[in-house]
């Protein structure tokens, strides 16, 4: 019995070697202006292979623009601090690899540039990558597009009525 509990551990163990580690996070953005809205994120993943999702809210309204990057900096000789991204996507659009190395140490960032959002949908950024024990940070700003007012759907249904008795009043002349 105790033989069959230990080759049961040694399998789990065994199986848990080289699987990525997931983590989710939910990250509320803050109103900083008229439908601007932003926040800064970031983990501090486990060591070896990782797959984080951010999930911000609120969510982007069609028209709206999205921006974020986020980065990982490691100096020379603390390789240990260091996070590679293997892939950043925000709603399956994929962020573009920034990273470089310079004299000092190594630079590993993801950027996306102001891209429209075409559909409204939750705002998800999948992060995945090797971490050797450092974190990784970011900033998300969401620029939602602007929802008419009652008022702008009254002063066109009030157009469209004049635009109707006028076609009407000449139709009869």
Known sequence: ????SLIAAAVLGAASIG???AAAYTIDLNNTGTN????????????GDFSDTFTFSPSATAG??????LANISYTGADNMAVTFSS??????????????????????????????????PLVLTVMGNSKGGSYAGDFNLTLAPVPEPETYAMMLAGLGVLGFLARRRKQS
Do not use: R
């Open 1 to 4: 019995m105790k033989l069959k």
């Open 19 to 21: 699987s990525a580690c």
């Open 36 to 47: 601007v809205w932003t926040a800064s994120y970031g983990a501090t993943p486990v060591i």
């Open 64 to 69: 709206s623009f999205v921006q974020t990057f």
């Open 88 to 121: 950043v996507s925000l709603n399956s659009i994929a962020l573009t690899d920034v990273s470089t190395s310079t004299p000092f140490g190594a630079f590993h960032g993801a950027l996306l540039a102001p891209t429209e959002i075409l559909i409204g949908a």
